[in-house]
């Protein structure tokens, strides 16, 4: 008898926490923020163009839930900066998050496909980018990325690792 008393007593707690954990919603700034995770490849090779690839994982979490764009509608709202040179690297797009539950808090993991490029040389060297000099027989590649929200209101920047760039 005891112990249908506890496994009730139990059921009566876990159907509580659960009726507790769906009311109270995660407490997010309605700033989007972003968290790097993890890069699947950290050497890639210039050639040929387009060929090699690592992928970027990003957590986010936002407190208007306001992540992605709706269909139909354009615009990005992923920014990727090479910090070589300080210009944008590519751009993603997201789509529009469907809105659950009273206060649309969201959070969760973005995964983006990075294509390789060219290695680039100082500027006194006169070396034309996606040469392969011996003199220089890999790059160092990292990233700056940020994502903007449909209110406007832009994350925080999370860099990568060091991607290793042939040249060769």
Request: aromatic fraction near 8%; glycine fraction near 8%; include cysteine.
């Amino acid at each position: 008898m005891n112990l249908n008393k506890t496994l009730a007593y139990l059921l009566i707690a876990a159907v509580c926490m659960g009726i507790y954990s769906c009311i109270n919603s995660p407490d997010y700034s309605d700033t989007p923020a972003i968290e790097f995770v993890s890069l699947s490849n950290l050497q890639m090779s210039q050639r040929p163009l387009n060929s090699d690839t690592t992928v970027v994982s990003l957590s986010f979490q936002d407190g208007d839930g306001d992540i992605g764009t709706p269909m139909g509608m354009g615009g990005v709202n992923i920014f990727v900066i090479d910090n070589r040179t300080g210009e944008f690297y590519d751009r993603f797009r997201i789509p529009a998050i469907p809105e659950q539950g009273a206060n649309n808090g969201v959070s969760g993991t973005i995964n983006m496909v990075l294509l390789n490029t060219c290695c680039i040389f100082p500027p006194q060297d006169s070396i034309p980018a996606c040469e392969s000099p011996a003199q220089y027989p890999d790059n160092d590649l990292t990233f700056t990325i940020y994502m903007v929200d449909r209110a406007g209101n832009k994350s925080n920047e999370v860099q990568t690792p060091v991607i290793k760039l042939t040249c060769n």
